[in-house]
């Protein structure tokens, strides 16, 4: 592709670049309904979808209603220009499908549980003992460990223990079963039979066009200490995977017997070398993992012109992917394109994406995806969505799957962690400017090859041999890595990871064009090798790197030798260690680039790349005003941090002219650069969460000089409170509500969700959330229901000429106002089409109390109960609707000012005065998703991220209207609202069915803060 090509391509990208979307398949999927959001995504200036299959799928997963739906969704995605891309499973982690292969016992996932018993009374013996033993436990320490064959055969004060192996328990999550056995590879070979083979059958034909892609998710072996998260079979034993080949695999690797020192993988014993045991069992499971599933799956794809994209469960840390899937790294060869995922607005999971980044640069891999922005919640504004994304791309990541696109908000679905990309959320008329910014930012760094000159040999297998049960020791590892990166990326030391196992298979000294020694990896080549703090190395890493250094490379190290090599105490590594030169500073004769800057250097991140013709540098200021760890709260208004001609040299001396390519709008413009001594040197101001690309070109030819700076003369404030108007009626939330239930008492004021637990206890069917059975897997015999009066009061503080209800599923009840039958009249829907609007009769309100009822019957098949809403022109004052008096809005929250549960936009009216001249809007605070700025009625710009300034244009003289039309959400309305923390790191359906604190709804505030100003040039 020609520069000229691409930059063109930077200016309108095509779907390649654009975000893809996991599109959430919930209830009884419809082809008319299918098609129109498939527009829709088009519309939004999405690159496609993903279709998943999510919580509450009514439509038999993988039967024949599920492929008229996939065959509706490809023809429609065809016809708009969009990839419609697969997902392999119902839910995820990715290989039972949906239950349909581990109904199968045989691969069903297996688990190893260590029991301590203390109480003797309650021994049980199993006659999948792997062994019985004794001793003294102290903390994570067993003394005086012995074999025995009989609890009768314990001292006073010992502790006995015994291994047993069993299949996992099933679950409703899994539709009644459990996870596959990933190291099965009978498991995995069904499990393709099943999914892939299927998809190949029903549309191969499309695959590798209209198909491009499957996702597969999370798959993982049964996680090491899994019980510090879930609940376990036998409380207080310690867990890890099993499978029934481990103990030949672990036998061939370790040259010992597993079973005899199965306490070991938990426990530290004098006398025995438990972390050898320990590293030879995770080196077991993970080459296993990746020759068992990945590799057959990723090969089936090659085979099938389909690409195998998607992510691993817990690549985050050395110590989380060891306890997980062993290792991520060996994985992504062969994914054709790899990929990570990341939660939450506060996680920096620089890791994960370094790890993707540096085995696609050294296995040729163009493409690698991010599963992005779950579990952030309804009301995340487009700065946090810019802001999370921003980092990934510029350390090496380069397409998004947007985290989550709903089909419905029909019962547990609107829970599953929002927001949605789709018409369910405000932001769907101008989605297209964060896409197209992604899609230039996405465009531009795929062109060419990076350039880092530095390998980082990775730690993992350290965590091996460091782990215990109480993984304390293991998270040295982490801590470690985790500072040594944070200060190469301060440093502007860019970096690969290598893996051990990778080098060996794809490593070699060689030497460069210029006679310079460079180690290779694969198709990516290294000027210097950092060494890390370790507890362990191989002895092929060993001999690659003493190589490298006897041929003249720069080769340094954090830390002393490794005590041990192969998982073994040896002292083979000291000899190497004791030579090389520590720390980070020898690694300044390889520098590329240099931030010039006193302060706050932690805040960026760069990526430099060659192009056909030239460099490109990404820079970008994460707005962090101190530095943070991996888990922090910094959300994005926190993040204030601003430079000011920042200066950057690149320490490349080729000619040419640097352009400024603008990823919010495609322009080019010519950049403040220099020649040097030793290269450029880049003057340019970054606003808190700015990313600048820049490009160093021959022909500079289409750019344009930048626009003279803005120089204020005057301001003017727009004043406070402004006139408004709403786009959508105004709303109050019903969601606690008093249950009579068959001939039980009458029970008190709930909220809602926990009176859905109740029915579903009382007539004993699986309880609500993302974890139940699917309704398509879901079949009893029992014909067990009850009778329930479901009565929702509110307060009117006079009788509204019209009010309105939505609620789910209508017509499974009787409707009463007050006693009053309320007529069952379809009057269209709210938000979405589950939720119909029924229209109250107006003789039966009253000013004061007033009480909704629904009078029906609940059975196995049919028992959510869910919120209501109130919706009209009125406004909201302590719960109580009242008559709408407020037109203007004042300074500050508008949940304060009559709106606490609107779920719509208000837009803000200020007249002005225009005399000539240049003119900008600057907004010093305000809360919204985004803000519409509009002059005369004539949209000018969509405000997204700082800075929140615009120049006007289209003025006339004299009388003006500027309109600020800010962009709410769905949270007000849908919650999640009464948090132990109003600001939780991560929303999902456990946290809208929370209810700690009903005392206090928690809502988001939405509003103008300060009065708009206008700058006058």
């Not at 085979?303 to 899937?325: C, K, M, N, V």
């Not at 009053?820 to 229209?839: I, S």
Request: contains cysteine; glycine residues 8%.
């Amino acid at each position: 592709m020609s520069e000229k090509h691409w930059l063109s391509e930077f200016e309108n990208p095509s779907a390649l670049y654009r975000g893809l979307p996991f599109w959430s398949w919930s209830g009884r999927l419809e082809e008319s309904s299918l098609r129109a959001q498939v527009r829709d995504f088009q519309a939004m200036g999405l690159g496609g979808f993903f279709m998943h299959a999510r919580a509450g799928l009514e439509t038999p997963y993988l039967g024949k209603e599920w492929f008229q739906a996939i065959h509706a969704s490809i023809d429609e995605a065809e016809k708009q220009g969009l990839q419609a891309c697969l997902y392999d499973d119902d839910r995820w982690p990715s290989g039972p499908a949906g239950g349909l292969v581990t109904s199968n016992p045989a691969y069903r996932a297996q688990v190893l549980y260590v029991r301590p018993w203390t109480d003797f009374a309650k021994f049980n013996p199993n006659e999948n003992r792997l062994g019985l033993w004794a001793g003294r436990l102290t903390n994570t320490t067993i003394t005086g460990l012995r074999e025995i064959h009989d609890v009768a055969e314990r001292r006073h004060g010992e502790t006995v223990f015994d291994a047993i192996v069993e299949t996992l328990p099933g679950e409703p999550r899994y539709n009644g079963y459990t996870n596959i056995d990933v190291l099965n590879p009978e498991a995995v070979q069904k499990f393709l039979e099943i999914t892939y083979e299927r998809y190949w059958k029903e549309c191969g034909d499309k695959f590798g066009n209209t198909v491009p892609s499957i996702f597969t998710d999370e798959p993982q072996y049964t996680r090491y200490c899994m019980e510090n998260y879930f609940r376990v079979r036998y409380p207080g034993a310690h867990v890890c995977a099993w499978t029934g080949e481990l103990p030949r695999l672990f036998h061939e690797h370790a040259g010992f017997d597993l079973a005899p020192r199965a306490l070991e993988l938990f426990y530290n014993i004098p006398g025995h070398d438990c972390a050898a045991t320990r590293y030879f069992y995770f080196q077991t499971l993970s080459e296993r993992f990746v020759a068992s599933y990945t590799i057959p799956i990723a090969s089936w794809c090659g085979a099938h012109g389909i690409d195998f994209t998607g992510h691993l469960l817990w690549e985050d840390t050395p110590l989380l992917q060891s306890r997980a899937i062993g290792v991520a790294m060996r994985h992504y060869p062969h994914m054709q394109v790899p990929g990570m995922d990341q939660l939450g607005e506060c996680t920096k999971l620089y890791d994960a994406c370094k790890q993707v980044a540096s085995v696609a640069r050294q296995f040729g891999r163009k493409y690698r995806i991010s599963e992005v922005y779950g579990c952030t919640g309804w009301d995340t504004a487009f700065a946090a969505y810019k802001a999370m994304a921003d980092w990934q791309f510029l350390l090496g990541i380069n397409r998004r799957c947007l985290h989550l696109s709903f089909c419905t908000l029909k019962g547990d679905a609107k829970r599953d962690y929002p927001a949605s990309f789709t018409r369910h959320s405000n932001f769907f008329p101008i989605m297209h400017s964060l896409e197209d910014y992604f899609a230039r930012l996405g465009c531009a760094l795929s062109q060419g090859e990076e350039l880092r000159d530095i390998l980082v040999v990775h730690p993992i297998e350290s965590v091996w041999v460091k782990v215990d049960c109480s993984l304390k020791d293991a998270e040295m590892v982490d801590r470690r890595l985790a500072a040594l990166r944070d200060c190469l990326l301060a440093e502007a030391l860019d970096f690969d990871y290598g893996d051990e196992v990778l080098m060996q298979q794809v490593g070699s000294v060689e030497t460069d064009s210029e006679g310079r020694p460079v180690l290779r990896v694969g198709l990516a080549t290294y000027h210097a090798v950092l060494l890390p703090e370790m507890e362990t190395i191989r002895s092929t890493t060993l001999a690659l790197l003493e190589k490298f250094r006897a041929a003249g490379g720069l080769l340094v190290c954090m830390g002393t030798a490794p005590e041990r090599v192969d998982g073994v105490p040896s002292d083979a590594a000291k000899p190497l260690f004791s030579a090389l030169p520590q720390g980070i500073a020898p690694l300044e004769a390889v520098r590329q680039v240099r931030y010039c800057t006193g302060e706050g250097a932690f805040a960026l991140l760069h990526q430099l790349r060659r192009t056909k013709d030239g460099l490109l540098l990404a820079v970008c200021n994460t707005g962090f005003v101190a530095p943070v760890g991996d888990s922090h709260n910094d959300r994005v208004y926190r993040r204030t941090r601003r430079f000011q001609a920042l200066g950057l040299d690149v320490l490349c001396k080729q000619p040419g002219t640097w352009v400024e390519l603008v990823p919010e709008t495609g322009e080019r413009f010519l950049a403040n650069a220099s020649q040097t001594e030793q290269g450029w040197h880049l003057t340019a101001d970054f606003a808190p969460l700015q990313t600048r690309l820049f490009l160093l070109v021959a022909d500079a030819a289409g750019a344009l000089p930048r626009p003279a700076a803005f120089h204020a003369t005057h301001e003017q404030r727009l004043p406070l409170p402004a006139k408004i108007s709403l786009n959508m009626p105004n709303t109050l939330v019903l969601d606690f509500a008093r249950m009579d239930m068959d001939d039980l008492p009458a029970g008190g004021r709930r909220f809602i969700l926990d009176q859905d637990d109740m029915v579903r206890k009382h007539i004993n069917i699986p309880g609500g959330g993302a974890a139940r059975f699917q309704p398509w897997a879901f079949h009893s015999t029992s014909t067990r229901k009850t009778t329930l009066a479901v009565h929702y009061d509110f307060r009117l503080q006079e009788v509204p000429s019209r009010l309105q209800v939505a609620l789910e599923e209508p017509l499974r009840w009787q409707i009463e106002l007050n006693g009053t039958p309320v007529p069952q009249n379809d009057d269209g829907c709210w938000l979405d089409e589950a939720f119909r609007l029924r229209t109250l009769p107006s003789p039966a309100l009253r000013k004061g109390l007033n009480t909704i009822t629904l009078r029906g019957e609940a059975d196995v098949y049919s028992a959510s109960l869910e919120a209501m809403y109130l919706l009209g022109d009125f406004e909201v004052q302590n719960e109580t609707i009242c008559p709408r008096t407020t037109t203007a809005l004042e300074a500050g929250d508008w949940c304060l000012q009559g709106l606490p549960n609107y779920a719509g936009d208000v837009t803000y009216r200020f007249p002005f005065k225009y005399n000539g001249g240049r003119v900008k809007l600057r907004l010093d605070s305000v809360k919204a998703t985004a803000v519409r700025v509009l002059v005369n009625g004539e949209e000018q710009a969509v405000l997204c991220w700082p800075p929140l300034e615009a120049e006007l244009s289209n003025l006339r003289p004299g009388e003006n209207l500027l309109e600020l039309q800010l962009i709410g959400s769905r949270r007000n309305a849908l919650g999640p609202f009464f948090m132990a923390n109003p600001e939780m790191p991560r929303y999902g359906n456990a946290e809208f069915r929370a209810s700690l604190h009903p005392e206090y709804r928690f809502l988001a505030p939405y509003g103008l803060f300060a009065e708009p100003v206008l700058l006058f040039e």
